[in-house]
């Protein structure tokens, strides 16, 4: 079963930028499975935010989202990252990472993922 971790979340002024980093924290290797990143805002269901390849190679991103956070994994370090930038107030959120139940991105159904950090909260305020 895998432990992952997510660091990184903090307070951050509108404009801004962080890095969440998504690393796995059992001694299990990350590179042969999909991790997507989600978020759950005050009062609103959980969404998926973006998810990456086993490799790599493919990308998704939820709309919202687009042209402004960026994800990408160093399989040598085991970690995933997303890269947020031109962060506005409606990014604020809990932000999860979650390992998928294969090697590619078909979606955001909470069900094709099999194993969930506990988050790291995002505020995005003046």
């Known amino acids: 079963q895998f432990e992952v971790v997510e660091s990184g979340g903090g307070l951050v002024q509108p404009g801004g930028s962080l890095r969440l980093s998504c690393t796995e924290a059992?001694?299990?290797?990350?590179?042969?499975?999909?991790i997507g990143w989600f978020r759950q805002a005050p009062g609103k269901e959980r969404e998926g935010v973006s998810c990456?390849?086993?490799?790599?190679?493919?990308?998704n991103y939820e709309d919202s989202v687009k042209g402004r956070f960026t994800i990408s994994r160093d399989n040598a370090k085991n970690t995933v990252y997303l890269q947020m930038n031109s962060l506005k107030p409606e990014d604020t959120a809990v932000y999860y990472c979650?390992?998928?139940?294969?090697?590619?991105?078909?979606?955001?159904?909470?069900?094709?993922?099999?194993?969930w950090g506990q988050g790291t909260q995002v505020t995005v305020s003046s």
């Open positions: 979650a390992v998928a139940r294969g090697s590619y991105c078909i979606g955001y159904v909470e069900a094709d993922f099999g194993s």
């Open positions: 059992s001694g299990f290797t990350l590179e042969y499975d999909a």
């Open positions: 990456i390849s086993s490799s790599g190679a493919s990308t």
